[in-house]
């Protein structure tokens, strides 16, 4: 049985939902998902992982909930409630969510978490957390847009300017570069990932630059790039979910990061009784945890020589013949990246130490 409840209303629905005859019964595992900022609804990474507690639903019998901070502000509030309610786990989706996911943890020792796609590093010794190795997806569509432009100038439109989403640029460059070396890569933020006006206003201005395909990886404010890909008729890449059928004919690809087998996978250890907390799962190409979407909604888009082209360089990723740079694996600094070695982008270059 699954709500949507919003911070305000979870508690009045949670015991409303005790007063049910048989649901406690009817139930294996309780489980509560606390999403990002973004929320549900943002066609993207909370949406993608939701598909993964409604396949746990399913498959497993849970019962879960999904709890929407308002902000990031609320997390560790958020999450401490959700703690104090006796669910068998909850996970959370947002690298800001860290931080409050260690305190919480540390003063609910006995509770089981999980936190969906963030670091390397383990959280806390009763959370488990995984790792997309987004860099290799993102070095998938970065190959795509430089074989794909006409102009030979592409586009980034990031988020926040942190650590993750520079992550995702430089898989992005990389896989640019090595398809051509001569393309133009050009690196923006819009410091927020709830916001479409920002998106669009981001990509209007790399528009203006020439860039004729810019990869979105905003959350929310994705959909501004989208639109501002209609609007020019140029093209978007999708980030996390597949969000080609958004806008058909105007999304090239997008770059799917399986969130949603990440968070049902962690669910089953609970289930199954496998889980261990302090602990860190990795999912790549090799996992097929990422990967760039093909569908109806474009096809026509990539010429069939250059998915050919892909498709052969995937192989070699997996294979470890190509190792795509993480930007966590980078030093201040680094003219060079990955193997074979290319010349880094200038925000590594410039990386503060």
């Given at each position: 049985?699954?709500?949507?409840?919003?911070?305000?209303?979870?508690?009045?629905?949670?015991?409303?939902?005790?007063?049910?005859?048989?649901?406690?019964?009817?139930?294996?595992?309780?489980?509560?998902?606390?999403?990002?900022?973004?929320?549900?609804?943002?066609?993207?990474?909370?949406?993608?992982?939701?598909?993964?507690?409604?396949?746990?639903?399913?498959?497993?019998?849970?019962?879960?909930?999904?709890?929407?901070?308002?902000?990031?502000?609320?997390?560790?509030?958020?999450?401490?409630?959700?703690?104090?309610?006796?669910?068998?786990?909850?996970?959370?989706?947002?690298?800001?969510?860290?931080?409050?996911?260690?305190?919480?943890?540390?003063?609910?020792?006995?509770?089981?978490?999980?936190?969906?796609?963030?670091?390397?590093?383990?959280?806390?010794?009763?959370?488990?957390?995984?790792?997309?190795?987004?860099?290799?997806?993102?070095?998938?569509?970065?190959?795509?847009?430089?074989?794909?432009?006409?102009?030979?100038?592409?586009?980034?439109?990031?988020?926040?300017?942190?650590?993750?989403?520079?992550?995702?640029?430089?898989?992005?460059?990389?896989?640019?570069?090595?398809?051509?070396?001569?393309?133009?890569?050009?690196?923006?933020?819009?410091?927020?990932?709830?916001?479409?006006?920002?998106?669009?206003?981001?990509?209007?201005?790399?528009?203006?630059?020439?860039?004729?395909?810019?990869?979105?990886?905003?959350?929310?404010?994705?959909?501004?790039?989208?639109?501002?890909?209609?609007?020019?008729?140029?093209?978007?890449?999708?980030?996390d979910s597949n969000q080609n059928?958004?806008?058909?004919?105007?999304?090239?690809?997008?770059?799917?990061?399986?969130?949603?087998?990440?968070?049902?996978?962690?669910?089953?250890?609970?289930?199954?009784?496998?889980?261990?907390?302090?602990?860190?799962?990795?999912?790549?190409?090799?996992?097929?945890?990422?990967?760039?979407?093909?569908?109806?909604?474009?096809?026509?888009l990539i010429a069939d020589d250059?998915?050919?082209?892909?498709?052969?360089?995937?192989?070699?990723?997996?294979?470890?013949?190509?190792?795509?740079?993480?930007?966590?694996?980078?030093?201040?600094?680094?003219?060079?990246?990955?193997?074979?070695?290319?010349?880094?982008?200038?925000?590594?270059?410039?990386?503060?130490?």
């Amino acid at each position: 049985m699954k709500r949507l409840l919003s911070k305000l209303g979870f508690a009045a629905a949670l015991i409303a939902s005790l007063a049910i005859p048989g649901a406690a019964e009817a139930a294996k595992l309780r489980v509560a998902m606390i999403t990002s900022e973004s929320g549900l609804g943002d066609r993207s990474f909370n949406d993608m992982m939701n598909e993964g507690m409604k396949k746990a639903e399913k498959d497993f019998g849970i019962e879960y909930v999904v709890i929407q901070p308002r902000s990031i502000s609320e997390f560790q509030s958020t999450l401490a409630r959700a703690a104090g309610q006796g669910f068998d786990f909850i996970v959370g989706s947002s690298f800001d969510m860290i931080k409050p996911m260690q305190a919480v943890a540390a003063a609910f020792p006995d509770q089981k978490f999980g936190l969906v796609d963030v670091g390397p590093d383990p959280v806390a010794p009763n959370v488990v957390s995984s790792v997309t190795k987004d860099w290799e997806g993102s070095f998938l569509v970065g190959v795509i847009a430089a074989k794909t432009t006409k102009t030979g100038t592409i586009g980034f439109v990031g988020g926040k300017d942190i650590p993750i989403i520079h992550r995702f640029f430089v898989g992005y460059y990389y896989g640019a570069k090595m398809a051509d070396p001569k393309v133009n890569v050009l690196e923006s933020y819009s410091g927020t990932f709830t916001d479409p006006a920002a998106g669009k206003e981001y990509t209007l201005s790399l528009v203006n630059q020439k860039s004729d395909i810019n990869f979105a990886v905003a959350g929310a404010t994705s959909a501004g790039v989208i639109d501002a890909a209609k609007e020019t008729k140029t093209f978007a890449i999708g980030v996390d979910s597949n969000q080609n059928y958004l806008a058909p004919g105007s999304v090239l690809t997008s770059m799917v990061k399986r969130v949603d087998t990440q968070a049902y996978d962690m669910i089953k250890s609970v289930s199954d009784g496998s889980f261990k907390g302090g602990t860190v799962l990795y999912y790549g190409l090799k996992e097929g945890g990422v990967d760039a979407a093909m569908d109806q909604y474009n096809k026509g888009l990539i010429a069939d020589d250059v998915l050919k082209q892909v498709d052969a360089l995937k192989q070699k990723v997996i294979s470890g013949e190509i190792v795509v740079p993480n930007y966590f694996d980078l030093k201040a600094g680094q003219k060079e990246m990955g193997t074979p070695p290319l010349a880094s982008p200038p925000s590594v270059i410039n990386k503060a130490g």
